[in-house]
């Protein structure tokens, strides 16, 4: 097989199952309409209840399609890809091998979008990948981050995994605070920024979902015992202007605090996270624009408590000045 024939080759596999309910499903974002393809229902399934609030039904033209597949199709084409030179036609372009973990290929001309994995991935994240390739062209990108806020006025609250992002921004959605997401934002790159929201869920680990009261339905329990809700039926914010940074740390303090940040850490730590998980290969160069585009924001420490209430209340308080 030849790196041109491969939107051929997807074509084929997939000529059965593209109208089918069970293996697609449309979405309206961003003034676009976006179509999802696998031939595993079970994935479709998640991520059509992750974007639910998007969905649209209406027969109309496509802007972008994106698919998905994984095993033998990859074993088949990384062998295929190791054995011939780069020579891809200008139409076909932006190939990636990661660890042996995915593929990208962009058809620019169908505006066909391809994802390959060596094993089924039952999260988001595949999509996210995919998702960022289509937005570049729009001058929109997706941050690693939550974003919530009040009247208008919001802040990324941006983390490594484990120090309290997700905990803080739910807890802010349960107190009625304008809410855009708890881990994924989509942002406009040039100020005023923007956050708006990418996905219409919440996915919680075991200890944290166990100490809420959760109204919400869910999507999924995966194998470590997190759950995916679906916060669809919920008040999220379609744009919030974005006017700091807010960098989450767990404490044993009784009364929680937000302090002037370290900024090249905190910038560093929001660049590295979002380049980790989207753009691999062009870690360093990514790393560098997104530092670069949120130079100008202030940013903060967020001195965790062990009560939650308290935590949303000064961030309430902070967030009126």
């Not at 060596?118 to 994240?125: C, D, Q, V």
């Not at 700091?244 to 910038?267: A, E, F, Q, V």
């Not at 790393?287 to 062990?306: A, G, R, V």
């Amino acid at each position: 097989m030849k790196q041109d024939n491969i939107k051929n080759f997807f074509d084929k596999i997939y000529i059965n199952i593209k109208e089918s309910d069970n293996y697609s499903f449309k979405i309206k974002y961003n003034n676009s309409v976006l179509k999802f393809v696998s031939k595993d229902e079970e994935l479709i399934r998640i991520w059509r209840n992750s974007l639910k609030k998007w969905l649209t039904y209406n027969e109309c033209n496509v802007d972008a399609t994106f698919y998905y597949d994984y095993g033998n199709i990859y074993n088949i084409l990384k062998e295929d890809f190791n054995n011939t030179s780069v020579n891809i036609k200008n139409e076909f372009c932006n190939i990636e091998f990661v660890n042996t973990c995915y593929i990208i290929g962009i058809d620019k001309i169908n505006k066909n979008y391809y994802f390959i994995s060596p094993k089924l991935l039952y999260s988001t994240h595949p999509l996210l990948i995919l998702f960022s390739r289509y937005l570049d062209k729009y001058n929109l990108k997706i941050i690693h981050s939550a974003a919530v806020g009040i009247n208008g006025k919001g802040v990324l609250i941006s983390a490594k995994g484990n120090s309290g992002k997700s905990t803080l921004a739910i807890s802010c959605l349960l107190k009625n605070m304008d809410f855009v997401s708890d881990d994924y934002v989509v942002m406009n790159e040039k100020e005023p920024f923007y956050a708006q929201p990418l996905f219409s869920m919440v996915r919680l680990r075991k200890e944290i979902y166990e100490n809420y009261n959760i109204p919400f339905p869910m999507i999924q329990l995966d194998k470590k015992q997190a759950k995916s809700f679906d916060i669809s039926d919920c008040k999220i914010a379609e744009r919030l202007q974005i006017n700091s940074i807010i960098y989450p740390r767990i404490t044993d303090n009784n009364k929680p605090s937000i302090i002037n940040g370290d900024r090249n850490k905190i910038l560093f730590e929001l660049s590295f996270s979002t380049s980790k998980q989207l753009s691999p290969i062009e870690k360093k160069a990514n790393i560098t624009k997104i530092f670069e585009q949120f130079k100008n924001l202030p940013t903060y420490e967020f001195n965790l408590s062990k009560n939650l209430e308290k935590n949303v209340k000064i961030l309430e308080d902070f967030l009126k000045k």
